[in-house]
């Protein structure tokens, strides 16, 4: 496969969390234009309203096409890649710390207990790494 050709994957998931893959297609380099045409794919397929939520990783081509497409949809930041890089901000020796405060946001229970995992972990922090608070908050999704 050429460096600049990539996979795009779309992986949707009904009320009771039953998931099922959508489209698997060649793309290159993640760009808005291959994203559109994932997406344009998707209603060709037969999907009847846009989705209540994206998630996704840091390919911008995503955000871009999905914005365009579906203004309505909320967009969330995959807590994999959001947690790495929050902890590409800190020092090696706190991504401990940090890490396993980041796992009692994502790992909550509830909503509440996130939020408040949440407000935990940015007054813990934001003082001594405040470029990491600002990274958790772009695009965390629940807030």
């Excluded at 401990?96 to 790992?107: R, Y």
Aim: hydrophobic share 40%.
């Amino acid at each position: 496969m050429d460096d600049r050709l990539c996979l795009l994957v779309v992986v949707g998931s009904d009320d009771t969390g039953r998931k099922e893959v959508l489209a698997v297609v060649d793309g290159y380099r993640e760009s808005e234009a291959s994203w559109t045409e994932v997406l344009e794919q998707l209603d060709s397929q037969g999907l009847q309203m846009p989705p209540k939520l994206a998630t996704g990783d840091g390919a911008l081509g995503f955000w871009k096409a999905l914005t365009k497409k579906w203004p309505s949809t909320k967009q969330q930041r995959c807590w994999v890649h959001k947690t790495a890089n929050v902890l590409n901000k800190v020092p090696k020796s706190m991504q401990p710390k940090i890490k396993e405060a980041l796992h009692d946001i994502w790992m909550a229970e509830t909503r509440d207990s996130a939020h408040k995992a949440y407000n935990s972990c940015v007054k813990r922090f934001e003082d001594k790494y405040p470029g990491a608070m600002n990274c958790l908050a772009i695009n965390a999704g629940f807030l």
